[in-house]
């Protein structure tokens, strides 16, 4: 889609270069962008060309940097100790893009439009994301990826704010993982979609995505049994109707796909 309106483009190097004149927008895979018309937006400060490591690796944990492609995370070595990291791929296969998108579309980004069925937002919050803000008024702040979204495509946000980071702890890194997902068509956008993991003193946390305007996550600090779970899920509110499903199958799947998160977390390794 053209942007038609646009007039000006220019690349960000500093802090001071993100302060948005009016009409200006932040720009950083575009896959977003420039698939709408946006006809509100008249010039680009384009993010990626800002001096940022796209991925971190520390003893604290893992930093994604918000030049990082989806692609270039999937491409992130493992490292011994964190059997999360294959919770990434789970996510990426989970939405409905191709992997030309993940060579573009940016994991802050997924997570900062904040649509219900933003995969890599889901993964994040299961592994105890915490985003670091930089202001519009210069001050930095931090909130966690899961309280970001305040609906589908809406979030606390200001104009002029930019997500710098997503931090993943490295504590989250080491437990293990699950994913399970469903759509009403074979490769439509998902309808609901659970993550959940299990931490090495057996910890459990369960997030319910798609399903929901906004992410639901449940600790447990020992494995709940099923019912119990199912029950929790299905209890939430948010449930929401559209094309992709109405309230009541969402509710009911979101049971039914949290079972089976849950029975994988719980198999013993062979």
């Not at 059997?83 to 989970?94: E, H, K, S, V, Y």
């Not at 931090?142 to 002029?160: D, I, Y």
Request: glycine share 8%; with cysteine; hydrophobic share 45%.
């Amino acid at each position: 889609m053209d942007l038609t309106a646009v007039t000006g483009y220019r690349r960000a190097t500093t802090r001071a270069d993100l302060a948005l004149a009016p009409g200006e927008a932040l720009l950083a895979g575009g896959t977003w962008m420039f698939s709408e018309p946006n006809r509100d937006v008249t010039g680009l400060v384009d993010l990626m060309s800002m001096p940022w490591e796209p991925v971190e690796v520390s003893d604290a944990g893992l930093r994604i940097g918000a030049t990082c492609t989806i692609a270039r995370l999937l491409a992130e070595p493992q490292v011994p100790g964190w059997p999360a990291q294959a919770l990434f791929g789970d996510a990426a296969n989970a939405l409905l893009a191709s992997f030309k998108i993940w060579n573009e579309a940016t994991v802050v980004g997924n997570v900062c439009r904040s649509f219900a069925a933003a995969a890599m937002l889901a993964a994040c919050a299961t592994l105890d994301g915490t985003v670091e803000i930089w202001a519009a008024d210069g001050s930095v702040r931090r909130e966690p990826v899961a309280s970001l979204p305040t609906g589908n495509g809406t979030n606390t946000l200001q104009p002029g704010d930019v997500v710098r980071a997503i931090d993943l702890p490295a504590a989250a890194l080491a437990g293990r993982t699950a994913l399970h997902k469903i759509a009403l068509a074979e490769l439509g956008r998902s309808g609901a979609v659970v993550t959940g993991r299990r931490d090495p003193d057996d910890a459990i946390t369960i997030v319910v995505t798609a399903a929901t305007l906004t992410p639901c996550v449940y600790s447990f600090p020992v494995p709940p049994s099923e019912d119990r779970l199912v029950e929790s899920v299905r209890a939430a509110e948010g449930f929401y109707t559209d094309a992709l499903g109405t309230e009541d199958w969402r509710r009911h799947v979101a049971g039914v796909l949290a079972a089976r998160v849950l029975a994988d977390l719980m198999e013993t390794d062979s």
